[in-house]
């Protein structure tokens, strides 16, 4: 796909570079990913009730299984920008096309971690080492021994009527408020559980629905 046209904000024109640009100002970093938040009004009552955020299931087969996170992954050498990264794979794994980026998202607080919750996570905290790159922008982490880095952007997309998945890669979508991803259940009052990819994944939704908030105030 061609990467859609989109605009985004001052706070993120500093990835409005290539991702060789970026990884040789940042020597520590080994790999860069890219992620996004999409928001939407709750359909039952736009006006009063809390706003849902978009999480993807990992497939059966994929890596971490059945995990759930948001749409994102590695930034190519073809993205023409880190920015064009989180556009296209927003539109990959979700089939929603980027129309502004308004804010980047990091974590929310580190908070108390119940064993339940940790019993669901696919990759344990000790195992994740968060921190936060030079930028304090991007979120680090260790993956395969090396520290990578990743962009998560605040999107606004042009419609969020329809989400396509690919099968390979998910198998399963949800809107969710901020309680929903607090208590770890998805909606619909069946009590299903969110085992989420990480605690950083975890920390990181929380922190989009501050932005958000933040966002949709000013």
């Not at 706003?51 to 059945?66: E, F, K, W």
């Not at 996570?121 to 090396?146: K, S």
């Not at 979508?173 to 069946?190: C, S, Y």
Request: hydrophobic content about 45%; proline content about 6%; overall charge negative.
């Amino acid at each position: 796909m061609a990467t859609p046209k989109y605009t985004f904000d001052a706070s993120l024109a500093g990835f409005n570079i290539s991702k060789a640009a970026f990884l040789a100002a940042n020597p520590r970093i080994a790999r860069l990913m890219a992620a996004a938040m999409v928001f939407r009004p709750n359909p039952s009552s736009p006006s009063s009730s809390p706003p849902q955020a978009l999480l993807i299931c990992r497939a059966a087969t994929d890596s971490y299984p059945l995990t759930w996170e948001i749409p994102g992954g590695s930034v190519d050498a073809s993205d023409g920008t880190i920015l064009d990264g989180v556009a296209r794979e927003l539109w990959e794994e979700s089939g929603l096309v980027a129309a502004h980026m308004a804010a980047p998202i990091l974590m929310s607080p580190e908070g108390t971690l119940t064993e339940a919750m940790r019993a669901r996570l696919g990759i344990q905290p000790a195992d994740e080492v968060l921190g936060l790159g030079d930028d304090g922008l991007t979120v680090t982490f260790v993956e395969t021994g090396n520290t990578w880095a990743k962009l998560t952007a605040l999107v606004t997309v042009r419609s969020t009527d329809e989400v396509v998945l690919r099968p390979e890669e998910h198998g399963e979508a949800a809107w969710v408020t901020e309680e929903d991803v607090v208590r770890g259940e998805l909606p619909g009052g069946e009590g299903k559980k969110i085992r989420f990819l990480s605690d950083g994944v975890r920390r990181t939704i929380l922190d989009g629905f501050r932005v958000y908030a933040q966002s949709a105030a000013n």
